[in-house]
């Protein structure tokens, strides 16, 4: 159980178009979802963690109107990548944290990861 | 704030061999948890283990275990007979119990460890 899904796993775009990545929680409900971004050799960056229905709370540096995140619904949450740039490639990583039940509100689990190339 | 120190940033190893990753912590909070996570060449966060800060009782899962000490701050992962498949980056991390930080994690720098055969 406590499964996170996360599609594409890899993509590759031009410069200025935008990306979007999709995160799903698959057996459970996440009221909390995290998205992180992480270079190589490098720990977890937090981007932002994103509450359903309610606007996503960013960390300092990270811009906003760059990487646009909606929690539409208790399963699924989106990071839109706009105007991708070559330094945006990098490996991004969401997770999601439960209602109840399982320990799943106490634990983050994560998604696979998408690769992002921007040529 | 919080903090997590993996001191650790790579470690060799030969197969069945036991090999301990350490970890250390800082925190104001008086109720926290602490996590283990494998992220392996694919590049997918596995969840380990998870550690109330009142549950110093150590724990063994098969080849793993997990020595929790509060009075060092420490909560180091111990793996027992290494084998090949366990060749991954480890994080440790922590996260405040409740409050309003909606569960974010504070990871350590990660600890990669390689187990030749």
């Known amino acids: 159980g406590a499964v996170v899904s996360q599609h594409p796993s890899r993509v590759i775009c031009k410069s200025g178009t935008s990306v979007k990545i999709e995160c799903r929680s698959l057996?459970?409900?996440?009221?909390?979802m995290f998205w992180y971004r992480q270079f190589p050799k490098q720990s977890l960056m937090l981007m932002a963690t994103?509450?359903?229905?309610?606007?996503?709370?960013?960390e300092q540096g990270v811009e906003k109107d760059k990487f646009l995140i909606n929690h539409a619904s208790l399963t699924l949450s989106t990071l839109t990548v706009t105007s991708a740039h070559p330094e945006d490639s990098s490996f991004y990583i969401c997770?999601?944290?439960?209602?109840?039940?399982?320990?799943?509100?106490?634990?983050?689990?994560f998604g696979p990861g998408t690769r992002l190339l921007v040529l | 704030a919080q903090k997590v120190t993996q001191a650790q940033t790579e470690i060799s190893v030969v197969e069945k061999e036991d090999v301990t990753l350490d970890c250390v912590y800082e925190?104001?909070?008086?109720?926290?948890?602490l996590f283990w996570y494998k992220q392996p060449p694919s590049g997918e966060l596995v969840f380990l283990i998870r550690?109330?800060?009142?549950?110093?009782q150590n724990e063994i899962s098969g080849r793993y275990s997990w020595n929790f000490q509060k009075s060092t701050s420490s909560f180091n992962f111990t793996i027992t007979a290494s084998q090949v498949v366990d060749s991954a980056v480890y994080f440790c991390?922590?996260?405040?119990?409740?409050?309003?930080?909606?569960?974010?994690?504070?990871f350590g720098q990660g600890t990669i460890l390689t187990v030749h055969p």
């Open positions: 991390a922590l996260r405040k119990a409740g409050g309003t930080s909606y569960g974010k994690l504070t």
């Open positions: 925190t104001r909070d008086t109720t926290y948890y």
């Open positions: 550690r109330n800060s009142f549950d110093e």
């Open positions: 057996d459970f409900q996440a009221t909390t």
């Open positions: 994103s509450n359903e229905g309610s606007k996503a709370t960013y």
């Open positions: 997770s999601a944290k439960g209602t109840s039940g399982r320990g799943v509100a106490e634990t983050q689990y």
